[in-house]
């Protein structure tokens, strides 16, 4: 069962969505939080380290485990999610570092990292709350669209639309990895629950096809319609192209 909420802009959604992460946090101090990196949870981090810095918040127990990482750029580039993971959350709270989980970049054996990856999450208990963006061509994590859903933690090649949307960040689009660990669709469908945030009209169609369009591999999104427990907190802007 998918629950929207509508936020009127992104501070609305990033509000939102933090005080869901807040609650599972408050709820269950010692929960495992699956995150996501990309430009849309920005706000939601901002406003976790916000109500950390005023004493609401406390990250001492607290496991996280992302759902994906470059392959070939190591921690110190300012362009692994590790690095965006510890610039953007983790240097700011008091999560503590063997607490944080990340495909490692720099691992060049894919069965070896891909299998010690979904073992890691499996020893943990399996992710509590998984936090969610949405590429503009319906990936999560790095499940790009195919023709069927790739299931376990794996090495992908990346689509040339999405060295394309992240080719701003790197020097040239020759800069940009053309591969990536990432958390399969069963690895983020076992999750007990999921926050998807949304923002900006240049999401909107994605919206519409992930969400109220027929669930197939070629939108990764779409599977999450059959997830039992699913919210979806988007802006008015994302919204756009729903009716409800
Ligand atoms: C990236 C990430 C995804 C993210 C998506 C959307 O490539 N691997 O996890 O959700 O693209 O990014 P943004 O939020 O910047 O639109």
Redesign the pocket.
């Known amino acids: 069962m998918m629950k929207i909420y509508e936020a009127k802009d992104y501070k609305e959604m990033s509000r939102k969505a933090a005080n869901i992460i807040s609650a599972q946090v408050i709820m269950k101090p010692d929960c495992v939080l699956g995150l996501?990196?990309?430009?849309?949870?920005i706000g939601t981090y901002d406003q976790l380290i916000e109500w950390y810095k005023k004493g609401d918040l406390d990250f001492s127990d607290v496991v996280t485990v992302n759902?994906?990482e470059y392959k070939g750029l190591d921690r110190t580039n300012d362009q692994s999610y590790y690095y965006f993971m510890h610039e953007h959350l983790f240097n700011h709270v008091n999560i503590k570092e063997e607490n944080t989980n990340i495909p490692n970049g720099m691992e060049p054996d894919s069965d070896k990292e891909c299998a010690r990856y979904e073992e890691k999450i499996r020893a943990l208990g399996g992710v509590d709350l998984q936090l969610?963006?949405?590429?503009?061509n319906g990936?999560?994590?790095?499940n790009e669209p195919c023709e069927e859903f790739e299931k376990e933690t794996h090495c992908v090649e990346l689509t040339e639309s999405?060295i394309e949307?992240?080719k701003r960040f790197f020097a040239s689009a020759d800069e940009v990895p053309r591969q990536a660990y990432t958390m399969g669709i069963k690895t983020i469908m076992q999750a007990k629950k999921i926050l998807i945030v949304v923002s900006g009209e240049d999401k909107a169609d994605i919206v519409r096809d992930a969400f109220f369009g027929p669930v197939t591999p070629s939108v990764p999104a779409s599977i999450l319609q059959m997830h039992k427990d699913v919210i979806l907190v988007a802006d008015a802007a994302a919204l756009s192209k729903i009716s409800r």
């Open positions: 996501a990196t990309g430009s849309t949870p759902l994906d969610l963006g949405l590429g503009h990936h999560i994590g790095f999405t949307a992240n």
